[in-house]
């Protein structure tokens, strides 16, 4: 089957070798999707799919399953391996690469990235950006694997140690990428409302995440919204309208949809 979709290529004598997509699956691939596809075929991500209907029902199909939440769940079972964090690091590299290319960030300015995971955007947007400085927020046991290190510079970035439901830093620039669609949407306005609290007048947050604008075709931001569902409690991918409504109750609102060439969009989001 995947030397019909050019993964691999089957010769005669049933012998196969890596076609093309399928070098993405090598570790040292510079866009390596190893650890990614590792994620992705991991048990936890495909048995709640099967039971999506519970969730869709209000019945949280991971937490019936696994008797804890998806993040709970993947703090206990750190593989040596592979795991959740550095499946979302690998997903992310390529993706990382199209948002530098799509976002000019200002000069002299601190980038914060919220439940920013290992770091692997703010490595890219600190390299890309030598004026800028940057923080990494996520959980403790999260931050002590961070790739920030491979910058080489420790002066330009700080580890901040939180919860996505306490205190932000005060920052210039927010991100935060893959983590509203895993909130259901009174979670998500007490997350705007944190970002309001810690935002200076001009400061601006990066929604990046596979927002939902096509109604009738295949778009694969649907998949990533069945996969959230499963996952996460009344969760998934958000329309435009439905982002407007969210950031409205905190204050906030889209001043610029940027399209990425990939299934993600940035929302650049400012004070009302
Ligand atoms: C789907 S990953 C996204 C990581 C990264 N932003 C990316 O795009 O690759 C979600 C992240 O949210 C973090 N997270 C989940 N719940 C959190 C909480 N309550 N406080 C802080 N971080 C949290 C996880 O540790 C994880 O790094």
Redesign the pocket.
């Known amino acids: 089957m995947l030397a019909s979709e050019s993964v691999f290529y089957e010769s005669e004598g049933s012998y196969y070798s890596l076609a093309p997509a399928g070098q993405f699956l090598l570790s040292d691939h510079k866009y390596s999707l190893r650890d990614a596809v590792l994620m992705l075929t991991n048990e936890t991500l495909w048995r709640p799919v099967g039971d999506v209907i519970e969730s869709v029902q209000g019945n949280p199909a991971f937490e019936n399953l696994y008797g804890m939440s998806f ?1 709970q769940y ?2 206990e079972n750190v593989r040596e391996d592979h795991d ?2 550095s499946g ?2 690998s ?2 590299k390529i ?1 990382n690469y199209f948002i530098i290319k799509h976002y000019k960030f200002p000069e002299n300015k601190t980038v914060t ?6 770091g ?2 703010l490595l890219e947007v600190l390299k890309e950006n030598p004026t800028l400085k940057g923080q990494l ?3 403790q ?2 931050l002590e694997r961070t790739k920030l290190v491979e910058l080489g510079d420790d002066s330009r970035w700080k580890l901040i140690p ?5 205190d932000y830093p005060e920052s210039d620039i927010y ?5 509203i669609h ?1 909130w259901d949407s009174n979670s998500v306005v007490k997350i705007f409302k944190n970002f309001r609290k810690a935002m200076k007048k001009d400061s601006k947050i990066l929604i ?1 995440e596979p927002v939902i604008f096509k109604k009738n075709i295949p778009d694969v931001a649907k998949y990533m919204d069945i996969l959230c569902m499963s996952a996460f409690p009344e969760s998934g991918e958000r329309t435009e309208e439905e982002f407007i409504e969210l950031l409205d109750q905190a204050d906030l609102k889209i001043n610029k949809v940027i399209k990425t060439e990939t299934y993600n969009s940035i929302l650049e989001v400012v004070i009302k």
């Open positions: 993040y993947w703090q959740f964090q979302m690091s997903l992310s993706e990235d919220i439940a920013g995971g290992l692997g955007l927020f996520d959980r046991h999260v939180g919860d996505l439901f306490g991100l935060i990428k893959y983590i895993d990046i």
